[in-house]
């Protein structure tokens, strides 16, 4: 008597089930590490417009009153929606040695993410020369 085979056994539906099961759990786990890596690059881009605009505003001090800032404001609060993040600076201005009109910038803003702190600076020289010939 022959018989006949016309279903799964439980070892073939079991390690279906475990071959899913890991595949799943790794679509997952990169989702997440996307995410991540969207929140990571959405702070970086904040930080580099801040950055920007902090150096633009020094630049047009200096040539409007022919004077640099002593200081920044010492925090920005950027509301993301559904998180405020709060980028801290700090401001470095030196002059180029044998330049006596010519300065050098560095603004460092630093802000935590995902419980760690970040750091993120922009450098520039800019002159004081007048543009009056």
């Given at each position: 008597m022959q018989r006949l085979?016309?279903?799964f056994t439980l070892i073939e539906i079991l390690v279906t089930l475990i071959i899913l099961s890991v595949g799943i759990v790794a679509i997952f786990k990169t989702?997440?590490?996307?995410?991540?890596?969207?929140?990571?690059?959405?702070?970086?881009?904040?930080?580099?417009?801040?950055?920007?605009?902090?150096?633009?505003?020094?630049?047009?001090?200096?040539?409007?009153?022919?004077?640099?800032?002593?200081?920044?404001?010492?925090?920005?609060?950027?509301?993301?929606?559904?998180?405020?993040?709060i980028f801290k600076q700090e401001l470095n201005i030196g002059q180029v040695d044998?330049?006596?009109?010519?300065?050098?910038?560095?603004?460092?803003?630093t802000w935590m993410e995902n419980n760690r702190p970040k750091q993120l600076s922009r450098s520039a020289y800019i002159s004081n020369f007048s543009m009056d010939l």
């Open positions: 085979r016309g279903g989702y997440l590490i996307s995410l991540d890596q969207i929140n990571h690059l959405t702070y970086r881009l904040y930080a580099t417009t801040i950055l920007d605009n902090q150096i633009s505003s020094i630049e047009r001090m200096l040539r409007a009153y022919q004077a640099l800032p002593l200081e920044l404001t010492h925090e920005e609060e950027v509301n993301l929606g559904h998180k405020t993040i044998d330049f006596l009109d010519v300065f050098q910038i560095e603004v460092t803003l």
